[in-house]
């Protein structure tokens, strides 16, 4: 596994990771040589690697239907065990406290506020892997597994889409989608999240709009099944887009489902009152084939730490969320997405 590394001359200013990062990129889109991405949320440890440095034995993905995956895991459990320890509510509590009062002052309108959870399992990481339906998948030996429903952008002939999900309710409640889809807290949630997301576009793109507006799907999870909330919008972005691809992907960084609104501010605040470091999880990873890139946002993350498996979890929280329901909806997202 490679993190990038640029030779830049002593007798220029050195450059940031990000803008190293983005010249390697920009430069095999140029190129239209086929490579994968990897960012961490806060940009400290990006990966960008062309397709034939891949080792397969130490990373492995799966986005929409390209793949590197090998299914043929030598563990296979027949019965699966699969248990979350609940973090304590006063703790989460403690944390929802801090974001409330930066909401109220007016220094956030929406922030994504997320705990790790401990779980056990006889699953490793690869099984997990290997086992989980879900677009965006990927596997880092002995560091962590992610199985996203959630698209980061997609770039297909000139045109970059985003697909924010915001809004969560458990599937087997009576007439769940209408009960979804009539919360005005969820609603102004969405709205927030569109209004962001499409502002982000509006930095790399022309004639942005949203396509579609708040529609539903449902997931399968091994505990219960969850719908969301999504949205549609699109961009026109200029021509020669493929040699400033690297440019594009971090002017939208970090992913505004997974922040907030306004973003500077907001992770601000996430840092301080998470108090734990998210690494990988609600970073972003994607692949460019040599014209169209895809990419996720690392939702449903599992972490393999010296004293277990760490479930990372969250959601978004406004000025009318309720400390309850959000610890509740954090655990609800807690599964693995097969039966």
Request: glycine share 6%.
């Amino acid at each position: 596994m490679t993190v990038v590394k640029v030779t830049t001359p002593s007798y220029l200013c050195p450059m940031t990771l990000t803008e190293e990062t983005a010249e390697k990129m920009n430069l095999l889109g140029k190129l239209q040589i086929p490579f994968l991405f990897v960012f961490d949320f806060l940009m400290q440890k990006p990966i960008v690697l062309s397709l034939d440095e891949i080792n397969p034995d130490e990373i492995q993905f799966c986005i929409s239907n390209a793949t590197n995956q090998v299914s043929n895991s030598d563990e296979k459990h027949d019965k699966i065990i699969f248990s979350v320890k609940n973090i304590d509510f006063q703790e989460y509590k403690s944390a929802f406290d801090k974001v409330m009062f930066h909401l109220k002052r007016g220094d956030s309108y929406l922030l994504n506020l997320t705990k790790p959870v401990n779980i056990e399992t006889n699953l490793g990481l690869y099984e997990i892997f290997n086992r989980s339906n879900a677009p965006y998948k990927l596997w880092m030996k002995d560091q962590f597994t992610v199985f996203s429903p959630e698209p980061f952008v997609k770039i297909i002939d000139g045109k970059i889409y985003a697909f924010p999900m915001k809004g969560t309710i458990d599937a087997d409640l009576p007439n769940a989608g209408q009960k979804l889809l009539a919360d005005t807290k969820e609603l102004a949630e969405h709205y927030t999240i569109v209004d962001l997301i499409r502002n982000d576009l509006n930095i790399v793109a022309k004639k942005v709009k949203v396509d579609q507006f708040r529609y539903i799907e449902k997931i399968a999870t091994n505990r219960r099944n969850l719908l969301q909330t999504s949205s549609v919008i699109s961009g026109n972005l200029p021509a020669e887009y493929a040699s400033k691809i690297g440019d594009i992907i971090m002017a939208l960084l970090p992913a505004g489902s997974i922040s907030g609104a306004p973003k500077k501010k907001t992770i601000e605040v996430i840092v301080d009152a998470e108090q734990y470091n998210r690494g990988y999880y609600t970073g972003v990873f994607g692949l460019f084939d040599g014209e169209k890139l895809d990419s996720g946002v690392m939702i449903r993350f599992i972490e393999q730490n010296d004293s277990g498996m760490v479930f990372k979890a969250g959601g978004g929280i406004t000025v009318n969320s309720k400390a309850e329901d959000e610890y509740q909806e954090l655990l609800d997202k807690v599964y693995l997405p097969f039966q």
